[in-house]
């Protein structure tokens, strides 16, 4: 069952996906991190000529890190099509740095719908995180 989303956030997600640069892959994705206090962040991945480009959810992050944000409420994530466009294994990682037991990752249609909702051990289970290193 879907469910629809703010359709604020449904226009940022869209104008955020046509502004990706993906000339080698083809395939453009936005997201959008949400803090606990509302503020949203979006970012778009953006490929280079030797394919080590950036992520949307590491893009959306670095924009959440620079404006002093360390938590998340809720991630959206929007790829070409109707299909999942879940985040990649170093995107769950980088999530994980900051997410909560709460924290919500939703996977939109174009239409804004929401196609699949994880949790963060869902997503990524028995992760490792901040918690297994030893104090400073």
């Known amino acids: 069952m879907t469910h629809p989303v703010d359709p604020v956030l449904v226009e940022t997600l869209l104008k955020t996906?046509?502004?990706?640069?993906?000339p080698y892959s083809?395939?453009?994705?936005a997201a959008v991190m949400e803090s606990p206090d509302g503020q949203r962040f979006a970012g778009c991945n953006v490929e280079v000529a030797h394919?080590?480009?950036?992520c949307a959810e590491a893009s959306a992050i670095a924009a959440m890190v620079n404006a002093g944000q360390r938590a998340l409420k809720s991630v959206y994530v929007m790829g070409p099509g109707?299909?999942?466009?879940?985040?990649?294994?170093?995107c769950r990682q980088r999530i994980r740095e900051f997410a909560t037991p709460g924290t919500r990752i939703i996977v939109l249609s174009h239409q804004g719908e929401t196609l699949k909702t994880y949790?963060?051990?869902?997503?990524?289970?028995?992760?490792?995180?901040?918690e297994n290193l030893p104090p400073r």
């Open 17 to 22: 996906l046509g502004n990706a640069y993906a």
């Open 26 to 29: 083809h395939h453009p994705v």
């Open 51 to 54: 394919y080590k480009g950036i």
């Open 82 to 90: 109707e299909h999942l466009c879940t985040p990649c294994g170093d």
């Open 119 to 130: 949790t963060m051990e869902a997503l990524l289970p028995d992760a490792f995180g901040p």
